[in-house]
C-alpha cells in the first residue's frame, strides 16, 4: 500500500470539568482524548519522533509503519494532570508548543477564557514532560496575531520564546506554531532569521514527504468530534470529503505564501483564512 501520510493532531487542554459548551470548542473531555489514543494506539499507530519528521519534511523519505504526531498549543496544567498519563500508557509521546509569557500563571488574555480554571504550565511540570519524551517548541512569547505587528514585534515573538526555551530545558528549538494559526510571508521570513526549521500552520490535511515546512499541516481535534468524525479526520486529513477538495485548492494557492497575502488583503472574500 502506497504512503498514506501522517495525521498531526492539534489539541489545547483536556477538560475534566464536564463543561464541554461550545465556547469551550478547543477543549477535549478526558474520556474522549482517552479514547481517541487507545484508538489510536490500538490501530498500530506509533508515534513519529522529531528526527523523522526531518527525514519525512526536508529528505522526503516516508517513515515505516503508521504514524501519529500528537501536539498542543499554549501549554496547559490539564496537559500535565491527563494527557502525559494517557498518551504514554499507550506509547505516545507529544509536541508542546509553548507560549512562554505566561508559564505557571492563569491566563490573562480573553482569548483564553475558555480554559479558565486552566493555568499554564510550570517549569518543573514542563521538564518532567520534556523528559518523558515531549518535544517542546514555540507558540511565541505573547500569544499574539503576528499579522498585525511589525517587523520588530515579530521579532521579539520569535526569538525570546525560543531563547527563554532554550534556556530553562538545554534543548533546540527548532519549530514554531503560529498563534490562531495565523501567519504571513514575513512572519515566515522572520522565523528563518531566527534560526527555525519547521512551522506548523492549521491547515487541515495529513503531512506527506516534502510538505512545504513552514506551512506544515495540522488536523484541529475539538470537542465537536465525535468517535466517528475523529476517525475520519485521522484517517482522511479533513472532516468530510468536500473540505478536503477546498483545501487541496488551498494548499496549492497558498504555496506561495507570498500569494496568500495578496489574497487575504486585496481580495479575501477569495481567501481561504487560516483554517
Ligand atoms: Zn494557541
Redesign the pocket.
Known sequence: MSFQGIPVLNY?AIDNTGNMSPSRNVSVSLASFKEQVEWLHKEGYKPLMEEELRSVVLAGKPPAGKRVLVTF??GYLSLYEYALDILSRNGFTATLFL?TSFIGKPYEQNDFGFVNHDRQLTWDEIKTLSAAGWSIQS?GYN?IRLNSMDTEAIIKEVTLSKSIIEQNLGKPVHSFAF??GIYTNKVIQQLKAAGYTFAYSVHSGKLFPRASKFQLPRIEINNMDTMDTFITKVTTGYISPSIGRRAKVRDIIYANPAVKDFIERFTPMFGFGNH
Open positions: 489545547h498549543d499554549d507560549s507558540h500569544h498563534p490562531y
